[in-house]
């Protein structure tokens, strides 16, 4: 395992070559010298060789040019990703339209788990939804608590990355051997990477705006019931990056959290467990759980709390994630019998 995630991070990352090398010669060094050793070197490389192989042609995602949406609804470019800033982003950019395309690697496509489409603009639920995230995500917002806004910059943070964390944690705690921590792990990952591409997928598809552009021009939205505001803003504190540039629906956060929440149960057989864990977007705190649900409902929550989300596109973003989190788990990197 080592030393396959080495020969691919120095081909993906190579930036971190110096630091992976030095990972490397301390994992192994902890393994004694032996004919087994030398074999799961040359598995590791042979491993890495051919998911190399296999992925060679897989879409970059980058920033592009968008099309403007003009009809209620439609997604249209916001500050800061409206004016170019090159060599990083063009003018009206979003990020990574295509993902959606990229072969998957537990699923069968990215559209396999694709929700149906968004509330109608003119809806009553639409507008709850509305009046929901305007009072609950704004800048300095009354209605919410702080509790509330410090989930949400705690969750700011990459969520395949933090499920990764939270499955290496449960695989020391649990005590699982090598085979048992390859196979959640491995799983873990591609149910992550799989629930990007699907979302990616259903975003570009729907290609819905977000709050920030819904509540500024909620006045021409055809809907009565949301009153629009010109100077709405999500929070603005440090740990709050820009909404990001991507279709509102649905959440990829509430997707990736859905999904791991669902794999963790299913590989546990239990969706009760006690576990804490922490944030890189809010350092020096922690978040204590009792089951893997309990996750999943605060990671969806939080993108209400900051402003990035209506509440539907959380709902079905889980919802997407606990369906492709179950195809994965009972049809890839089943234990033989």
Same mark, same amino acid.
């Given at each position: ?52 192989e ?16 003009t ?24 990020y ?16 396999? $788990?694709?929700?149906?489409?968004? @509330?109608?603009?003119?809806? /009553? %639920?639409? &507008?709850?939804?509305?009046? #929901? ?24 943070e990459?969520?395949?990355?933090a ?36 979302? $990616?997928?259903?975003?570009?598809? @729907?290609?819905?705006?977000? /709050? %920030?552009? &819904?509540?500024?021009?909620? #006045? ?16 603005q ?44 977007s ?16 605060? %990671? ?35 234990e033989?019998?």
């Open positions: 395992m080592s030393q396959a995630a080495h020969d691919v991070l120095v081909i993906v990352a190579p930036d971190k070559k110096t630091d992976a090398d030095s990972l490397l010669v301390e994992c192994l060094s902890k393994v004694e010298n032996s004919s087994f050793k030398e074999e799961g070197i040359r598995i590791g490389i042979e491993a890495a060789a051919a998911i190399l296999k992925r060679l042609n897989d879409l970059k995602p980058k920033f592009s040019t968008s099309d403007q949406g009809l209620p609804g439609e997604y249209r470019s916001y500050m800061p990703w409206a004016i170019a800033n090159f060599p990083i982003w063009p003018e009206n950019a979003v990574a339209p295509a993902w959606g395309t990229v072969e998957t690697f537990g699923t069968n496509t990215g559209k396999q $788990f694709r929700p149906g489409p968004p @509330y109608p603009m003119n809806s /009553p %639920i639409y &507008a709850s939804d509305y009046d #929901e995230v305007k009072s609950l995500g704004c800048n300095e917002c009354p209605n919410r608590t702080q509790e509330q806004l410090d989930m949400g910059a705690f969750f700011i990459n969520s395949p990355s499920m990764n964390r939270i499955a290496r944690t449960f695989a020391v705690n649990e005590k699982l051997n090598g085979f048992e921590t390859a196979r959640l792990l491995a799983l873990t990952h591609m149910v992550q990477a799989d629930m990007h591409i699907s979302i $990616f997928d259903a975003k570009y598809f @729907y290609n819905s705006w977000r /709050p %920030i552009t &819904a509540i500024r021009d909620g #006045e021409n939205d055809g809907n009565d019931n949301t009153p629009g505001d010109p100077n709405w803003i999500i929070p504190r440090p740990e709050v990056r820009p909404t990001p540039p991507t279709p509102a629906y649905p959440s990829s956060h509430a997707a990736n959290g859905g999904a791991a929440a669902e794999l963790f149960k299913l590989y546990f057989g239990n969706d009760r467990k006690s576990f804490t864990i922490e944030s890189i809010l350092p020096g705190t922690k978040r204590s759980y009792e089951s893997f649900s309990q996750l999943a409902d605060e %990671i969806s929550l939080s993108r209400i709390y900051i402003g990035y989300h209506f509440r539907q596109d959380i709902i079905e973003g889980e919802k997407m994630g606990r369906q492709l989190a179950e195809f994965v788990y009972h049809n890839n990197l089943m033989l019998k």
